[in-house]
């Protein structure tokens, strides 16, 4: 649905008015498209209704007021774009939507930077499971002596040591898409969670 624009009479308010809107346009354009509408259609009808009131001021000074009681749009859409960004991350699961939002949501708290350095770990996952594809023999889950050495990719003077063993071998790829899913899909339902309950 395409937003109506409010007609000034003047051209400098109706200027002043696109430009507002144009910003708002910018600020939320990587929300969804309905997400999007919906911001626009508020503060559309917000500027609608304070025009309506009717004052001694001129057309321009009014409209300037109101935009200013409203705010800066990069500004006050700061909350409200962080909180719908991670709904439309935990709703799609999908990781490029899941980093955008924990960037945005960096600042709101704790437990956003946790969430982050989880996420920065699982993607850790993948990339020893490229460097496994590329040196087979040098990456995986190392033990020495019976007890945890290393889950990357080892020295090669380390290799020739006896008391070091691989313990995955060609489970190693597998078992690493295996956790990596589980986690992820784990991590994204927590933030799910989390979010359900900041909202209440």
Request: glycine residues 4%.
């Amino acid at each position: 649905m395409k937003i109506k624009e409010i007609q000034f009479k003047e051209t400098a308010s109706q200027r002043i008015y696109r430009s507002y809107m144009k910003r708002i346009e910018i600020t939320v354009s990587s929300l969804s498209k309905s997400d999007q509408q919906d911001v626009l259609l508020e503060f559309n009808s917000h500027i609608y209704e304070g025009l309506a009131r009717k004052t001694n001021k001129h057309e321009t000074d009014h409209l300037l007021d109101l935009l200013e009681k409203l705010g800066e749009p990069e500004e006050v859409l700061k909350p409200l774009i962080a909180d719908k960004k991670l709904e439309q991350a935990t709703r799609t699961f999908n990781p490029v939507h899941l980093f955008k939002a924990i960037a945005l949501n960096i600042g709101n708290g704790i437990s956003y930077v946790v969430f982050g350095i989880l996420y920065i770990c699982l993607f850790g996952f993948v990339i020893l499971i490229y460097f496994k594809l590329k040196n087979p023999d040098q990456v995986g889950l190392y033990f020495k002596d019976d007890s945890f050495m290393l889950l990357g990719k080892l020295n090669s003077e380390y290799m020739k040591n006896p008391n070091v063993t691989e313990i995955l071998g060609n489970w190693f790829i597998p078992a690493l898409v295996g956790i990596t899913l589980i986690a992820y899909l784990l991590l994204t339902l927590l933030l799910k969670f989390k979010r359900s309950i900041n909202k209440h």
